[in-house]
């Protein structure tokens, strides 16, 4: 099993910035793929960014040019700067692995918004 902990949302102002982070614990072995999912209320979870180990990166493309992924595997850590924020950048955001067939899942972190 594989333990991910958010931390950084909050409630910001349009214009403004947040940082997430989250650090991956347990049985890791070797994590391929690290990112950032997000899901507004009545809304399914979609892909924010994701990185791969060799440092690969994609975004989804309401967040290029705001949003940069980045991640250090010696701490097994993945973050995701979110500068320029909108009120449609409000979600939950969920920190996610993909690890040996299997996805893994934070319980999420409230980004709000305001406009």
């Known amino acids: 099993q594989v333990q991910l902990v958010e931390s950084g949302g909050g409630l910001v102002q349009a214009g403004g910035s947040l940082r997430l982070s989250c650090v991956a614990s347990g049985s890791i072995f070797s994590i391929a793929v690290m990112g950032w999912y997000r899901q507004a209320p009545g809304l399914q979870r979609e892909l924010v960014a994701s990185?791969?180990?060799?440092?690969?990166?994609n975004y989804a493309d309401s967040v290029k040019g705001r949003f940069t992924v980045s991640r250090d595997n010696t701490k097994n850590t993945v973050s995701l700067q979110m500068n320029s924020l909108k009120p449609e950048d409000t979600a939950v955001y969920y920190c996610?692995?993909?690890?040996?067939?299997?996805?893994?899942w934070g319980k999420g972190t409230l980004v709000t918004v305001s406009s």
């Open positions: 996610n692995v993909f690890q040996i067939g299997r996805d893994y």
């Open positions: 990185i791969t180990t060799d440092g690969s990166r």
